[in-house]
């Protein structure tokens, strides 16, 4: 079965700092991974994903993230935080092998940005 | 488009009352899901439906019950609620019979049962 771990429910940086969010995926065949940013009160939109073709995804709002497969990690980064960037940050993962589309989630990680 | 839509958007429900959620989505997408969102546990798979007129269970289903008569709607039911189903409930839907598409949310149900 597959699982999503999101190392670190809340991460907190400076503005203008390195922003480093973890997931780490569990899987017997790669999966598509997902990275999706949730903003106060509001659903899920999609910052970027893997479907294997690039290792290094790049999405919106400056964020990008590199597939390792060695290490089964999807981790997500931005150079520069902005404080627009406050939010909860979800990684999840969908099997290749199934046309059902479903995702499988991680705990979810809060970004805070302090001035 | 509106996107994904979900009506309401909060609801306070007694135990043991029953209610249903509505999502709606004006993109023609084949695929349509439920999820409820609870502090540290991420979205968790409620109910789904590959097309119009079928649905399938996720990964916590008891308690619900869903119906997709139409393509563009996606109803999820509390028979009896209980207060373990105090959650914000979010529909999400994807255009393609392919998992590699993203999916798109609506803005969340906000539900309490006491």
């Known amino acids: 079965a597959q699982s999503v771990t999101q190392l670190g429910s809340h991460v907190s940086v400076s503005e203008g700092a390195l922003v480093l969010l973890r997931c780490n995926y569990s899987?017997?065949?790669?999966?598509?991974l997902f990275w999706y940013v949730q903003y106060p009160n509001q659903g899920l939109q999609l910052l970027l994903k893997?479907?294997?073709?690039?290792?290094l995804v790049k999405g919106i709002n400056g964020f990008e993230a590199e597939f390792k497969k060695s290490e089964t990690s999807f981790h997500l980064t931005k150079p520069s935080a902005h404080m627009s960037d406050a939010a909860e940050y979800f990684c999840?993962?969908?099997?290749?092998?199934?046309?059902?589309?479903?995702?499988?989630f991680g705990q979810g990680t809060t970004l805070q940005v302090k001035p | 488009n509106a996107g994904v839509t979900q009506t309401p958007k909060f609801r306070v429900l007694k135990t043991g009352q029953s209610m249903t959620l509505l999502c709606a989505q004006d993109?023609?997408?084949?695929?349509m899901y439920w999820y409820r969102q609870d502090p540290g546990m991420g979205l968790r798979l409620i109910h789904y439906?590959?097309?119009?007129?079928?649905?399938a269970k996720g990964e916590v289903p008891d308690g619900y019950n869903v119906s997709r008569l139409k393509k563009q709607n996606f109803l999820l039911g509390l028979e009896s609620a209980a207060p373990s189903q105090t959650s914000v409930y979010f529909c999400?839907?994807?255009?393609?019979?392919?998992?590699?598409?993203?999916?798109?949310f609506g803005p969340g149900t906000r539900l309490t049962v006491t």
């Open positions: 999840a993962v969908s099997d290749r092998t199934s046309n059902t589309g479903k995702l499988i």
């Open positions: 899987s017997s065949v790669p999966p598509y």
């Open positions: 893997y479907t294997s073709a690039a290792t």
């Open positions: 993109m023609n997408h084949e695929y």
């Open positions: 439906s590959v097309g119009e007129g079928t649905t």
């Open positions: 999400a839907s994807n255009k393609y019979r392919d998992s590699s598409y993203e999916q798109y």
